[in-house]
């Protein structure tokens, strides 16, 4: 059963990242990135290390996509 | 008897959490999302913390913890984004009636 | 090449990677061979146990590649310099953001020493669970992160950074030319660390204490690279 779940979140990681690379906008990709976050955040929990997937959850939704903002409207605005 | 009706609170929260899912598909912009996806995932969680310890009532303070910190963070978050989706003027439904934001800022 | 059939090519290579990778983790997981095959796994647990530390992992990033993380904070202390050389703006006009709301503030304000403690949690276990110093400094940027975006006078100073940041590399090297000296090894595990007291806050010597250091590191350079970029982004 816990194989199952990881794999399925496997699965929907390797979809998310793709869609992550295709799309149009930087925005939705940045947006995109964030459920990588979310999703290795279960992994993270399936492997028994709870610690880092609280995080994981910090990091990959608050740090980095701040970051990631911050550069693009950096980058807009030198434009 | 202490364990059927942790099963029920358990079931009545996954049942909220449905709702909320169902109605982040089913609603039509921003503002509706908004109150779908943070009011009922509160009552969501808190059913399933109050679910959870009536099955283990030794996690009782933890979930206590959890629950004080839900209902801090939730509502929160949710009045910034829908005050930032305001600032940048996203588009709501053409049926709105009242915009309260805009008229507590002009009187201010 | 014209850049649709780019495009085109990029998609067909990126699914059939894609397909390959799924492929890959079916076979895995099926046959259940990632359960099973932690030989190295082992091999590595039963020699971290002679240092009286109950996580692998930390010893192995602490310990036995002890100098490679000493090398790793020098990276992040680069980068941090780098972003505060590029971006930092000791004159920046303050007061020119709008103001945000006071729930925000005030909850900000309850929030902040929750993430401290639990980022100082998870430094101070990073012997005994999963996590750690890098893991412990994130989240104590990330709740000065939440100050900095809610609050329009808050201000890390630079004097505090600085101290931190190098307090706690002068001690990372000291402690290891301590194990040089005593020890003949750098980062040798002078302090005691019995067997007996596997799994308990005070054990496994040095280990906890440097991933402490590294904890504080972490925590000030990312705190300073957050703040500059968010700086720089208010009056430009």
């Known amino acids: ?79 | 008897m202490q364990d059927i009706l942790g099963f029920v609170f358990l079931s009545a929260g996954v049942g909220a959490f449905l709702v909320s899912g169902i109605g982040l598909l089913r609603m039509p912009d921003i503002y509706t999302r908004m109150h779908v996806g943070t009011k009922s995932t509160t009552i969501a969680t808190l059913l399933v913390v109050i679910g959870g310890s009536l099955l283990e009532p030794q996690w009782a303070w933890k979930l206590l913890l959890l629950a004080v910190f839900i209902l801090l963070t939730n509502p929160l978050s949710s009045s910034v984004i829908a005050r930032a989706s305001h600032k940048i003027s996203t588009p709501y439904l053409n049926n709105s009636k009242r915009d309260a934001l805009k008229e507590s800022e002009q009187i201010k | 090449m014209n850049l649709k059939r780019k495009l085109a090519l990029s998609d067909i290579s990126g699914f059939a990677l894609a397909s390959v990778l799924v492929l890959t983790i079916f076979n895995v997981i099926l046959q259940n061979s990632l359960l099973t095959q932690n030989s190295a796994g082992n091999a590595l647990l039963a020699l971290s146990s002679h240092e009286g530390v109950a996580n692998a992992v930390t010893t192995v990033v602490v310990y036995f590649r002890g100098f490679d993380t000493l090398g790793e904070i020098a990276v992040l202390f680069i980068a941090s310099l780098g972003i505060g050389l590029i971006l930092e703006n000791p004159h920046a006009k303050q007061g020119k953001k709008e103001e945000s709301n006071f729930m925000l503030k005030t909850a900000a304000k309850l929030l902040f020493p929750i993430i401290l403690l639990f980022g100082i949690y998870i430094m101070v276990y990073g012997h005994l669970s999963p996590g750690g110093g890098f893991q412990g400094g994130v989240i104590i940027a990330s709740g000065v992160l939440l100050l900095l975006i809610s609050s329009n006078n808050f201000h890390m100073p630079h004097k505090l950074i600085a101290i931190l940041e190098t307090f706690a590399g002068i001690s990372y090297v000291f402690i290891g030319l301590i194990g040089l000296l005593l020890l003949d090894t750098f980062l040798g595990n002078f302090l005691p660390h019995d067997i007996s007291q596997m799994g308990m806050l005070f054990s496994g010597g040095i280990i906890p204490i440097i991933y402490i250091i590294v904890g504080i590191k972490v925590g000030s350079e990312m705190s300073f690279i957050v703040q500059n970029l968010l700086q720089r982004g208010e009056h430009d």
């Open chain 1, 1 to 79: 059963m816990i194989g199952f779940i990881i794999l399925f979140t496997f699965i929907a990681l390797i979809i998310v990242a793709f869609a992550a690379l295709v799309q149009k906008k930087l925005e939705d990709s940045i947006i995109l990135f964030m459920g990588i976050g979310l999703g290795s955040v279960i992994l993270f929990f399936t492997f028994n290390a709870p610690d880092v997937a609280l995080t994981e959850a910090v990091i990959g939704s608050g740090v980095s996509t701040f970051i990631f903002l911050t550069a693009l409207k950096h980058l807009r605005s030198e434009q």
